[in-house]
Each structure stands twice: as C-alpha cells, then as structure tokens.
C-alpha cells in the first residue's frame, strides 16, 4: 500500500521568497512521484514528476524537487515565489509496476503574500 | 496537448435522484479515472477503467457507479444521490505507457 503525507496544509510566503512544500511518501515498491497544482476552479495541471532518472526534477514554472530515498521525501521548491504561484498544491505517488494508480496526498494551499 | 473535458462545471441536483457526470478525452487514451475531492483530504479515487467495458473499483466506490461503452467517454452515475455526495469530481484520462494523469476542469456538485 502506499501513501502520502504533505506537512502543513496552509503555507504562507512573501512574495519573493522561498517556497518549500513537503512531501513524504510510503512505498515498499520503487515509485514514481508527481507534484500537481490547482489553481482556483480549475483540474490539477502537473508541476514536474520523478520516474527513477535524475534525482533533481525540473518542472514548469521554476519549480523543482529532489528524490531522497533514505528519507522518503519529494519536497517541491522554488527560489522565489510569485503571486501567480498562489494554488493548492498535491504531492502523489504511484508504484512503478502499475503506474495506472495514483495515490495523492492531503494538500497545501499556498498564500503568497506582497 | 491532451484535452479532457467534464460536461459541467456546477451542477445542484436534489437528494434522491439520479445524476450522471460526464467526462470525455480526446487522446485515444485506455485508462481514464473519476476522483472526489474534499477539503483536507485531497483526491480520493472513485473508479476507474482500462478498457471499453471494464471499470475496477477504487477506495470509495460506494454509492457511485460508472460506464464506459465508448473509448472516448467515462460517466460517473450517482444512483440515489445524498447530501454527503456534494462534492467537487475531477475525471482524469492517461495513455497506455503511464503517467502522468491529465485532468479535467472538475465539476462543483452540490446536492440539496
């Protein structure tokens, strides 16, 4: 079974500053790991994802986020927020034997503050 | 760019009937998927199918039941609806080689 677990489900930043939203996962099979983002009254539009290459994702946007197996974490990141970055924001995981199924975490809505 | 369309972006209906949600994509895609999403709880999935004809359960199927009689169109079919279906319903379509997911716009359902 898997699972994933995004730590604060409201984050706040300045406009300009970091932004880091956190993501664990558990699998007892090699993943893959997604990041999707929702801006108001629209479907999730992906971000960036990770499928067993580079460790170190690019995404769309500026954004990124770095696999660490020894720490099950996918953390997404972006040097400086823009208030077009204001969403929610979904970590989820699926299993790499059968990628059809998506498990999604809790969400983080992001405020970005001027 | 893949596009997947949800028939309705509001929808208000009333306690006992039956309702139907209509998801259509336009990639020849095999697999496409129904999810609820609630405040907090993120996306759960409803069910899901991988061919013309087949459809699997997902983690919250009660209440709800599907059909796909063509490749292209997935509907979500709430038999008897209740109040605690009100909800907003994201249908997503993915190809035979994997992810990622494409989603549609979602549809804001809220039973009276």
């Known amino acids: 079974a898997q699972s994933v677990t995004q730590l604060g489900s409201h984050v706040s930043v300045s406009e300009g500053a970091l932004v880091l939203l956190r993501c664990n996962y558990s699998?007892?099979?090699?993943?893959?790991l997604f990041w999707y983002v929702q801006y108001p009254n629209q479907g999730l539009q992906l971000l960036l994802k990770?499928?067993?290459?580079?460790?170190l994702v690019k995404g769309i946007n500026g954004f990124e986020a770095e696999f660490k197996k020894s720490e099950t974490s996918f953390h997404l990141t972006k040097p400086s927020a823009h208030m077009s970055d204001a969403a929610e924001y979904f970590c989820?995981?699926?299993?790499?034997?059968?990628?059809?199924?998506?498990?999604f975490g809790s969400g983080t809505q992001l405020t970005v503050l001027p | 760019d893949v596009k997947v369309t949800q028939s309705s972006r509001y929808l208000v209906k009333r306690t006992g009937e039956k309702v139907f949600l209509e998801c259509v994509q336009d990639?020849?895609?095999?697999?496409m998927f129904w999810y609820r999403q609630d405040p907090g709880l993120g996306l759960r999935l409803i069910y899901f199918?991988?061919?013309?004809?087949?459809?699997e359960k997902g983690d919250i199927p009660e209440g709800y039941s599907v059909s796909r009689e063509k490749k292209e169109r997935f509907s979500l079919i709430l038999e008897s609806a209740s109040t605690n279906q009100t909800s907003m319903y994201l249908c997503?379509?993915?190809?035979?080689?994997?992810?990622?997911?494409?989603f549609g716009d979602g549809t804001r359902l809220s039973i009276l």
């Open positions: 990770y499928t067993s290459a580079a460790t």
């Open positions: 989820a995981v699926s299993d790499q034997s059968s990628a059809r199924q998506l498990t």
């Open positions: 997503a379509s993915l190809d035979r080689w994997g992810q990622p997911q494409h």
């Open positions: 199918s991988y061919d013309v004809k087949m459809k």
């Open positions: 990639m020849d895609h095999e697999n």
């Open positions: 699998s007892s099979v090699p993943p893959y």
